[in-house]
Each structure stands twice: as C-alpha cells, then as structure tokens.
C-alpha cells in the first residue's frame, strides 16, 4: 500500500484529512507542503502527521492520492508542528488555520522557497566595539541564580520595580546562551517597543539581531522566517506572533512586560502568548524568563505553586529613590478641565525648574463623549451602540470599537439647537487645557491618532529625551516601556474609572497602571513626584497599594478572587455570538446552557448581551462556562463547540475565547 499521511489544509474544520502517497511522489515528510484534491478543488495543506503500518482494512473508504509534492525540505520542523497542535487543541481553533496561520504568506500560497525574494543584506554590520554589561549585586545575584541551569526547562519571574534593570539581566542571560551557539527569542507585547529593545541589546551583544511583528512588509517577514530557519540569525524581538517562527536551536525565552494584555490575541486564534511560550519552552526543555514590575496576578499565583521560581529587582538601576505620591481629592480641589489647583501649581513650579511633566489620562480623543445638557443626547454610535469618542481638532466623532465616524451636525439631538458639551476628558482636551495654562510651554501629545507609525514614535520619543518637550500628555502608550529620564512630575489625571470597573481583573489593572505610570517620574538623577487625581481617596484599592506596594495588593486581592472563585483559582471560557435579530444568538446560547448544565463541576454566567451589544450591525451576546478543573472545562468546551457546529442557527457567527482576559 501506498504511503499513508495526515494533511492540515487551511480551513476552519477540525480535523486533518488522510491522502495516500504514489510512489512516484517519493516520501513526503512531516512539515512539507503538499497539493491534494479537496472537493472539486485543488488546495495547499501541509502533512503534520505520517501513518505507520496501516492496513487496507483500517479504512473504510477510497484515500485519494495527493498530486504533488511543492518542497524538497519541510518548511514546518516538527516542534513548529508540535506547539501549532498544542494550540489548536488547547484554544478551540482548527489546527489547519493555526498552522497557515503561522507561515508567512508568500508560503501559505504554494510558493516554492527558492522561488521567493528576500532581502540578501538584511542583516546590519557589526561592530566589534560593544559595552560590556555591568550589573548591580542585586541583578548579579540573579543572574548567577538563573544561569546555573539553562539546559532544562524552568520558569522564573523577574519583579523588578520600575528602572530597576530588568533589561540588563535579559541582555547579561542572551549572552550566554549565544554563547552555546543557540538562538534568543524575546517577546514584548508592543510594536512600539521593538526599537529600543533592540538599541539596548546592540549596545552590548556582536550578534545578528533582527525585529518581527506586523508593521513589516511581507518580504521582510519573509526574510526574517528563513534568518531564523537558517540559524542566520541570533536574537529576535518580536511581538506574540513570534513565538510560532521556525527556530532551528532556540535556548531561550523573554517575555517582557508579561502582565499587558497586548500579548492575548482577541480574534481568530485567541492565544496568549506568554502561556504559549512557556508550553514551547517545555517542549524543547529550555529556560524561559517573564519578568514585569507589575506581575499579572496569574504569575504571582503560580510563584505560590512553585509553578516558577520568583526573583526579586527591588533597587532602582541608577540608584534613585522611588517617588513620592500625592492623592488629589477632586470632591475638594475642584477641577478646571481635568486639572486641580495643586497638579496646575506642580507643573507650573516643575517649568521653572526646567524639568519635564507628564500627563497621563486613559482615553484618546477631546472626550469620552459628548451631550446635551437640554435634551441630554449623547454621542452613541448607530452602528455598536458604544460611546462615540469626540475629536475636536477633526470635528468627528469616532468609534474606537467598530471604527465608524460621523462629523458633528449642530442639532444631532430633539433641540431645535443643542447646547453641546463635552463629557469626560481626552487626550486633545487636556492638551488644550495645558496650552491655555502654559501658552510658552512646549506641549507634545502621544497617543495612537498623534502617533500613526514608528517613525512619529522615535521622533516625540527623542525629542522628549532631548528637551524639547516640557510637558508630555498621553494614553497607555506612554506608559508601555519607554524611559523619558527627564522627567519629574508625573500626573494621573482621574483614576477612577479604573476603581470602579465591572471586570474582576479591573483593579489588577488600574494597580499596573498607577505602578507604571509612577515609575516614569525621577528615572535617573533625582527623586520624582507622582500626583494621582482621584474622587475616591479612600478606596481601599489605593490605600494598600500606595502603603504597600503593588505585591502585597496583589496578595491581598488574590485572596479576594479566590473567595469569589474567580481566576485563576477557577477557569473561564467564554463563549460569544452575533446574530442579525437580537434574539436569535441569545437564544442559541441558553438553549446549549441548558443542554449542559447537568455537568458536574461547571458553572454558567449568563447568556448576557455583551459589553458592546452591537458590531457591525449585529447583536452581540455572550455566556461564560467556568470551573475549578482545567481537564473537565476542556472536555465540556470541546463538546459545546461539536453541538454549535451541529446545531447552530445559519445566521449566527460564533467564538471560543480559552482563558478570556475581558469579560466585560
């Protein structure tokens, strides 16, 4: 009998296809692409699995032989192949569409490799003058702890307060696994991101390093796969796509910034890719390092566990003292646009100074919103009923959830004319304020509508490192790993949006931020000053968080979730649909949580409409499955999943969401 083997075609079925093998096709091996008939058509499916001594008997219907084979040489290993499965098992998703997934896209369309044009001189020239690392005795002592086993699997969170050199030790581990003649995969969770990291690993490693994440053009991508499959190079920084390129001999894994939410994918394969990592870090028996100075509480919980090994970076790199924080009560200190007397009096004293501030507020735009104060009309978008963001400068509203944007009519509301006002504040309305506070000040705002690509980035970013900006006014993006050692002031403009969040991790996130934001004041020379406006001084959230520190919070709150059984002491799955009729998919989801709900050892929220109700024009509604027990959540999500396919109404488009990090 001919050679028998499993293909995955990139289509969203759950399952591979079984095909024979003519002889006169040779072998084709594990991680080749091959060209088989698929109904009346002709597909690219790549063979992830070859049967061994089957008989005739063994199938009961006529295998159809493939037609050809495109590669000489795999384009998938077999520890791509490996992890590509772990996560179409683990996440619900079809493996075909993972492992397609995964390849570039010249590949994904049948492309012979040496028929594809990649850049020959990709790599930079280097330079034999390097620095050498020096660590502190605290970053040292870690270090030599990690270093002492890097030829099997182990995980170990590094918390290092803000500045505190977590980098360093990430650069001090890479050079000796480079050492070794193996490769460096370092994950952040921000494109934005890349190039300072990579400046920072130049600056002391004489290797090739190279970036990967979408902003690059497919012939880039394309030439940084085969750099990597040909051990070419040595170091890559990437965002969480990375994690599924072909190394060849990888030794190493960085996640930085493991807590931020960036690293989840929110549609089609809905992976993590800090949990993906340490599942691939398991499978080649190799260390992997997370390290943030806010840990997620799911990290801290599995140092409990003894899951991972925790090591402590409690001192600042350059030796400075953490800030000092001052809570504004906005019920007292009223505000004028967002800002209260005492922040305006800092910033006022730190221009005199000639030293820079920052203004961090949560949301881009002029404001949340905006209303009437006749008729009360607010800005609602027709098409997902979310809040629609108001942009001054442009005179639009946008949506930033489906991406629609109307200009502002003069009478949007029942008025024959309405008295429009703005409600809440964004960036562009704190950055008209500060303008017309400080009219001789140098004012830069950066958030995603003032900074559209990396090169706008590089440019506000060394600007602020060279004193040209005074004072800089930004969303999460300024907050995400970048140093601005000038400044001094750091304001918060309202926190409390984030106190009051519906969502279970809603203070885990406010707590990262308030850390972060805190730790871009008094960087390098001189101890800084955080100011955090707030209507809720007493929140319990902010009294052990400014009194002891964000570990102990997150102790603390932890306890907290596992009286609520909550993640991580119990397990969420969520489960989304959209229909055209708004009762058609909340229907559908109570008709499978009645099917289900004599399961032992699981539980059900909802079906509830989801925090946006409407995308597209299509109603959207949601049910949580939860229990303690990750093995019978997995065997009852596989099961619902097989009931939607077989059962779901034709006008319902559905997801699987394993380990959701928005709820609501």
Not at 542 to 561: C, I, M, P, Q, T
Not at 602 to 612: C, K, M, R, T, Y
């Amino acid at each position: 009998m001919d050679q028998v083997i499993d293909v995955a075609v990139n289509y969203p079925l759950y399952q591979t296809f079984k095909y024979s093998v003519p002889s006169k096709l040779g072998k084709a091996i594990i991680g080749k692409r091959v060209l088989v008939p698929f109904g009346k058509k002709t597909v690219i499916g790549v063979v992830v699995k070859k049967e061994k001594h089957i008989k005739k008997d063994e199938i009961n219907y006529v295998l159809k032989p493939i037609i050809d084979v495109i590669d000489d040489n795999p384009v998938m290993n077999l520890e791509v192949i490996k992890i590509c499965s772990w996560a179409s098992e683990y996440y619900e998703y079809p493996l075909g569409q993972v492992i397609f997934g995964a390849l570039p896209s010249q590949l994904k369309k049948g492309v012979a490799i040496e028929n594809i044009k990649v850049f020959e001189n990709q790599h930079k020239e280097l330079k034999t003058d390097k620095l050498e690392i020096d660590l502190n005795d605290e970053q040292n002592s870690i270090f030599k702890k990690i270093i002492q086993d890097t030829d099997s699997f182990s995980t170990s969170l590094i918390h290092g307060v803000t500045g505190s050199g977590k980098t360093e030790v990430y650069i001090k581990l890479a050079k000796e696994i480079l050492r070794k003649k193996k490769q460096v995969l370092i994950i952040v969770p921000e494109i934005n991101l890349t190039p300072q990291t990579i400046t920072r690993f130049e600056m002391y490693i004489n290797e090739n390093i190279q970036s990967y994440h979408s902003g690059h053009t497919l012939k880039e991508k394309m030439t940084t796969w085969l750099g990597v499959k040909n051990k070419k190079l040595d170091i890559i920084i990437g965002t969480r796509s990375s994690i599924f390129l072909p190394f060849r001999s990888l030794g190493l894994i960085i996640i930085d910034e493991e807590h931020d939410s960036s690293l989840k994918q929110q549609e089609k394969l809905r992976y993590h890719a800090r949990d993906l990592s340490i599942i691939r870090a398991k499978n080649l028996n190799i260390p992997i390092i997370i390290g943030s100075a806010t840990p997620s509480f799911e990290s801290l919980y599995n140092t409990r566990l003894k899951k991972s090994k925790k090591y402590n970076l409690t001192k600042r790199y350059y030796k400075t003292d953490l800030p000092n924080i001052t809570l504004v009560d906005l019920t007292k200190d009223l505000p004028e646009d967002g800002i209260s007397k005492l922040l305006k009096g800092e910033i006022s004293k730190n221009l005199k100074n000639k030293k820079q501030t920052l203004l961090f507020i949560g949301r881009r735009g002029f404001s949340h919103a905006l209303t009437c104060l006749e008729c009360r009309w607010i800005s609602k978008c027709k098409v997902c009923e979310s809040f629609m963001t108001y942009h001054k400068n442009q005179k639009l509203l946008k949506c930033h959830h489906c991406g629609n944007s109307r200009s502002i009519s003069i009478n949007p509301g029942k008025c024959e004319k309405c008295n429009l006002v703005p409600v809440g504040f964004g960036t562009q309305r704190i950055e008209d304020k500060i303008k017309g506070l400080f009219p001789d000040a140098k004012v830069a705002r950066i958030d995603s509508d003032a900074i559209s690509n990396l090169r706008k980035l590089r440019d506000f970013i060394n600007r602020a490192k060279n004193n040209e900006v005074d004072i800089l006014i930004g969303t999460q993006m300024i907050v995400k790993g970048h140093d601005f050692p000038n400044v001094s002031l750091v304001g918060i403009i309202d926190v409390d949006s984030g106190l009051f969040n519906l969502d279970f991790r809603g203070l885990e996130r406010t707590a990262q931020l308030i850390t972060q934001v805190a730790g871009r004041s008094g960087r390098k020379n001189e101890k800084g000053h955080v100011i955090i406006q707030t209507r809720s001084p007493e929140h319990p959230l902010l009294d052990v968080l400014l009194s002891k520190g964000y570990e102990d919070f997150a102790f603390e709150s932890l306890n907290d979730r596992k009286k609520a059984n909550l993640p991580p002491y119990t397990r969420l799955c969520l489960l989304r649909m959209l229909s055209s009729k708004k009762i058609t998919a909340f229907k559908f989801l109570d008709e499978i949580k009645y099917s289900f709900s004599a399961q032992k050892s699981i539980f059900f929220l909802g079906p509830a409409e989801a925090p946006i109700s409407k995308i597209n024009n299509m109603y959207v509604h949601q049910l949580v499955i939860g229990s303690k027990n990750r093995v019978v959540l997995k065997k009852i999500t596989q099961k619902i999943r097989q009931y939607i396919i077989q059962k779901k109404p034709y006008n319902i488009k559905w997801s699987i969401d394993v380990d959701p990090i928005d709820l609501y």
